[in-house]
């Protein structure tokens, strides 16, 4: 090659290297630009449209001239509090990331959703006295932030309510052939044409939360019952966030909208799989704005629980849900031909009507092309049709359910995969065995040549263990603010029947092509409508209490769980499982004030520029505040108490915290600890005398220990003989 042709390769491998870096400098995507409360004053239409053309003259500055800004603009966020989402290329980013009216920037991930009785089980049952004002329990609004909603649902009749609260704000922009009612009074979408679920996620949540009276609603009798949601009095607004995925632009969007319309609390049931800085996360900077308009933002805790400190919801003023059982389990059980009943979990709709049918093990019936173990898995393609029509299959792998009904199999009996302790829908006869049974039915197998077996349909039990954290839940310690204890409480997250979108596939199975509008679901999905409406059911009964005392009451009122059944203790289950009847009388509150949050941002190192963005407050002076340091002293009003200290190493904790008196006027409270071996704990001072109610008083929790192995659990409880006021202390 002669120096001509390496000159014109040297060119042209240049030109290609700018090229590739070019097109990926300029790759758009779209970010969040995140500009903290709204200006004060900033609340007509007139200063919402001033506000747009703020944020298109800031995309002006940094967009060339050639891409057309009304492209570039995703949303503003006007009405609640300030912002946009744009099409940029990072460079762009970083150009905005320096304008001094950004708090901050962040590409728009996209989040997934987590995915009758239950209500019965934590004590909200059909009879229970509600709130004698009925304007009131009718007059809460729960905004649903979801994959929208079926509106033609029973849950969602509105025969016997009254006219739509006059509060409200908000409109039914639900799209073509979709009305709202008395019950369903809003709906908005976003990166759609219709707020129609058509997913189901969205029909299940909202129903949870607060779903009319269904009288013997089930999926195909499975778990049949009254469904209802835990304030069916309530009304309902959906924002239909989620298609395929849910957008963080489209949920700030719908945060937007949910407070300005004027809801009283925010379920969303959407989440990714790790957590972020709290002004990184659309729905951490959503609540936060929520919680400034007195509304309270319930979220789930994630769906990622196999490891410590997977919890997806950390903001302290978000109350995060963790999932658990309840009293009624379902069962798919497995008749063999021996006699032998074994207990599965699924919820198998099918019948085989009793008739018992041949029973084969995957790699004794695998196609040519596949080995010995890629059959016992019923891996892809791996079962041959001929052989397993007509029969029952077993499989080493969950996975293998596909594969048997791609294949043509009657049934079959799988091992669970990461979750065993849960009953997913099955599209086909099958049952889901833990690996001794399997093993079991492997020996059954091998024990004689014509091996039989009935997959019998799903059916109710007893479930005395109730409540147990699910094994998916997230847990604890939080990953982005050690001080602060995630979830803080759980609530029924299995197996929970609900209202459904029958043009939702009620399975992920190609094949199955059935549509219902009632189904079974599992996920912290399911415990957060579950707390929201328990929140609901407060608020209704104590409209003027703030979200942190609603809050507080549910934390300090939930039933103990045992920590001998729950290797991470508090932080699976937090305060405790939520027991919304006490919820409502529960004695003394912890009030999370403006200031709370705003010394805890600046103690983990928030600079105070950008918290007065945030707040729209030019008086915010972090030097007032102590920073996080190995001095351990938290002044956080929160239910709970938590700190993370050195291990090997000699702690001390003091905890100062301050309660407000909502139970009777004149009371003393005494505290009780119950301590553990490792720690010394002590309170000053031990009584708590009040004269009147909403007055406030202070007490200080000092935890010592010489040996820090390995986490602490304990509670401090105060009492007047007639309430009980939990609260979790943790060291880790």
Not at 680 to 687: F, R
Request: negative net charge; contains cysteine.
């Amino acid at each position: 090659m002669d120096k001509l042709q390496y000159f014109f390769l040297f060119i042209i491998c240049n030109l290609i290297s700018r090229c590739l870096s070019d097109s990926t400098e300029d790759k758009r995507q779209v970010y969040v630009v995140y500009m903290g409360a709204l200006p004060e004053g900033y609340h007509s239409l007139y200063h919402s449209n001033k506000l747009q053309e703020h944020h298109v003259k800031m995309l002006q500055d940094i967009v060339p001239r050639d891409i057309s800004l009304t492209k570039a603009l995703v949303t503003s966020y006007k009405r609640s509090f300030n912002g946009f989402a744009a099409y940029l290329t990072n460079q762009e980013q970083q150009k905005l990331a320096s304008h001094e009216d950004v708090v901050s920037i962040f590409p728009s991930r996209t989040l997934w959703p987590q995915t009758t009785r239950s209500w019965d089980f934590i004590g909200l049952n059909e009879n229970v006295t509600r709130n004698s004002n009925t304007d009131s329990s009718s007059n809460i609004v729960i905004g649903v932030l979801d994959s929208g909603i079926w509106p033609e649902s029973e849950s969602f009749n509105d025969q016997g309510f009254g006219p739509v609260p006059q509060k409200w704000k908000g409109v039914c922009n639900g799209g073509t052939n979709f009305t709202c009612n008395k019950k369903l009074i809003g709906a908005r979408f976003y990166s759609s044409d219709t707020a129609r679920d058509t997913i189901g996620h969205g029909t299940h949540t909202a129903s949870t939360a607060a779903g009319n009276y269904v009288k013997d609603a089930s999926f195909y009798g499975i778990a049949q019952g009254t469904a209802r949601g835990g304030a069916p009095s309530a009304r309902i607004a959906a924002y239909k966030v989620c298609q395929t995925g849910c957008r963080e632009a489209d949920i700030l969007a719908a945060f937007d909208d949910a407070i300005a319309d004027g809801v009283d609390v925010i379920t969303i049931s959407l989440g990714s799989s790790v957590a972020v800085d709290v002004i990184y996360d659309s729905i951490s900077i959503g609540s936060l704005h929520a919680l400034e308009k007195g509304i309270l933002t319930v979220h789930s805790a994630g769906n990622n629980g196999f490891a410590p400190g997977t919890v997806i919801s950390v903001a302290p003023w978000l109350m995060t849900v963790g999932a658990s059982s309840i009293d009624r389990g379902i069962v798919a059980k497995v008749v063999l031909g021996n006699g032998k009943t074994i207990s599965g979990k699924a919820v198998n709709s099918f019948t085989m009507k009793g008739t018992e049918f041949p029973l084969v093990y995957g790699k004794d019936v695998k196609t040519g092309d596949c080995d010995e173990l890629a059959g016992s898995l019923c891996s892809t393609d791996c079962l041959n049709s001929s052989m397993v029509s007509g029969k029952i299959v077993l499989c080493d792998s969950n996975s293998g359910i596909e594969e048997a009904l791609n294949a043509g199999a009657l049934g079959t009996i799988v091992k669970p995969g990461q979750v065993s302790d849960v009953s997913f829908v099955v599209p086909m006869s099958a049952s889901v065995l833990i690996a001794s049974d399997l093993e079991l039915v492997k020996s059954y197998i091998n024990s004689t040549e014509e091996a039989k077996a009935i997959v019998s349909t799903s059916e109710s039990m007893k479930n005395s263990d109730a409540p147990v954290v699910a094994s998916f839940s997230s847990k604890g310690p939080n990953p982005i603010i050690s001080s602060i204890l995630k979830p803080d409480i759980t609530a029924p997250g299995v197996e929970i029947l609900a209202a459904y979108s029958p043009a939702a596939p009620v399975t992920d199975y190609l094949k199955d092509k059935r549509s219902v509008e009632y189904s079974v679901l599992s996920g912290t999905s399911m415990s957060s409508p579950h707390a929201a409406g328990a929140a609901a059911y407060v608020k209704s009964a104590h409209p003027d209490w703030s979200p942190s005392a609603i809050k507080s009451a549910l934390m300090t009122t939930a039933w103990r769980m045992d920590p001998t059944r729950h290797t991470d203790a508090e932080f699976s289950y937090g305060s405790g499982h939520i027991n919304p009847i006490n919820a409502t009388n529960p004695g003394l509150v912890y009030e999370t004030s403006r200031e709370d949050y705003i010394k805890l941002l600046c103690s983990i190192g928030y600079s105070a520029e950008t918290i007065q963005t945030l707040f729209k407050d030019n008086t915010i002076d972090c030097s007032k505040f102590k920073k996080v340091d190995s001095t351990n002293k938290d002044d956080f009003n929160y239910p709970s108490m938590t700190v993370k200290v050195a291990e090997g190493a000699p702690f001390s904790a003091t905890f100062s915290r301050t309660v407000t008196n909502i139970g009777l006027a004149n009371s003393t409270y005494t505290a009780a600890v119950d301590k553990s071996s490792d720690c010394n704990i002590t309170v000053d001072p031990q009584t708590l005398s009040f004269k009147q109610l909403n007055e406030k008083q202070s007490f200080v929790v000092t935890v010592k220990g010489d040996n820090m192995k390995s986490m602490v659990s304990a509670s401090l409880v105060w009492s007047d003989g007639i309430h009980l006021v939990r609260s979790p202390i943790v060291v880790y």
